[in-house]
C-alpha cells in the first residue's frame, strides 16, 4: 500500500513537472550526492528516453543540513530554493544524523521542506543507507534509517526515495557485488547507478529497466567523458531492484 501512494506521488510529481514547464531539479547533500557524478547520471538516464531535466546540485563533503541552512563550506543553498527556480528538490542529510542526531536532523529537513514548498517547490527525502560502521549497533528494523525518517516524511507529507532500502535489498540478493568503496560507506559505481535508477524513477514516473549501463558527455572541447560505467548484468540487476521496490 505505502508503494501504491508512493507512485500516486510520482505520477502527480512527473506531471507537474512537465505541466508547469518547470524541469529544473535541485540535489542538496555531501558525497553520497556528488560521488560518482550521481545527479548527472540521473540527468543522463532521462534524456536517453527523451527526458529533458536540468538537474543542478548545492553539496560540499560531510556537509549536514544544518550547514546548508546557515551557510557553513561556502554553500548558498537557501539563496538557490528562495530563487523559485528548482520543482523538485532532493534532500540529503549527514549520512548517520537521522539515527544519531535525530533532533537536529528533523529540525533541518522540516526547516528547509518549508522553505521548498514555501517557493512552489517539491521536497523529497533522500533516505540513505547503512554500511558497516553504523550497522554493527542493534536497530530495529530493516531498514533504519528509513525508520527514522518516517516521522519527518509523515508530518511534513514529504516523500522518501528508498535508496537505502535498495541497498540492503542489492545486497541480499547480490552479496558479491560490492556497492561500497573500500571505506565501507561511500557508494561504489554500482551503488551511485542503483540510487541514481531510484531518482530516475521517482523523477519521470517510468521504469529503469533496458536503461544503458554507461553514460558520457562532451567537455567543452567537444571530448568525450566518461561520467560512470557498469556491466551490463550488473546495470540490470540494479534496475530489477528498484522496479521490485515501486511494484510492492
Not at 500500500?1 to 540535489?27: A, D, H, P, T, V
Not at 550547514?67 to 563550506?73: A, L, P
Not at 521517482?202 to 529503469?208: A, V
Request: glycine share 6%; hydrophobic share 40%; with cysteine.
Amino acid at each position: 500500500m505505502k508503494f501504491l501512494r508512493f507512485n500516486l506521488f510520482l505520477f502527480f510529481i512527473f506531471s507537474s513537472i512537465f505541466s508547469q514547464n518547470k524541469e529544473k531539479i535541485l540535489f542538496v547533500g555531501n558525497s553520497f550526492t556528488f560521488y560518482w557524478n550521481l545527479p548527472s547520471i540521473v540527468e543522463s538516464m532521462a534524456a536517453e528516453k527523451e527526458i529533458f531535466l536540468d538537474i543542478h546540485q548545492s553539496t560540499a563533503g560531510g556537509a549536514s543540513l544544518k550547514q546548508h541552512w546557515v551557510g557553513d563550506k561556502n554553500l548558498n543553498t537557501k539563496k538557490l530554493i528562495e530563487s523559485g527556480d528548482y520543482s523538485t528538490i532532493i534532500l540529503q542529510d549527514y549520512s548517520s544524523n537521522p539515527l544519531l542526531k535525530t533532533k537536529e536532523s528533523n529540525e533541518y529537513f522540516n526547516r528547509f521542506i518549508q522553505l521548498v514548498k514555501s517557493n512552489q517547490g517539491q521536497p523529497i527525502i533522500y533516505g540513505t543507507w547503512m554500511f558497516p560502521s553504523i550497522s554493527s549497533k542493534k536497530y530495529k528494523g530493516s531498514d533504519p534509517i528509513q525508520n527514522a525518517l518516517k516521522p519527518i516524511s509523515t508530518k511534513t507529507n514529504t516523500p522518501i526515495a528508498p535508496v537505502g532500502t535498495a541497498f540492503r535489498l542489492f545486497q541480499e540478493k547480490h552479496p558479491e557485488i560490492p556497492i561500497f568503496t573500500s571505506d565501507n560507506k561511500h557508494p561504489s559505481a554500482v551503488g551511485s547507478y542503483l540510487a541514481a535508477c531510484i531518482f530516475y524513477k521517482i523523477l519521470t514516473g517510468k521504469s529503469p529497466l533496458g536503461l544503458s549501463r554507461r553514460f558520457e558527455r562532451k567537455d567543452e572541447y567537444g571530448k568525450k567523458i566518461f561520467l560512470m560505467m557498469v556491466e551490463k548484468g550488473v546495470a540490470t540487476k540494479c534496475q530489477t531492484i528498484v522496479d521490485e521496490i515501486f511494484l510492492k
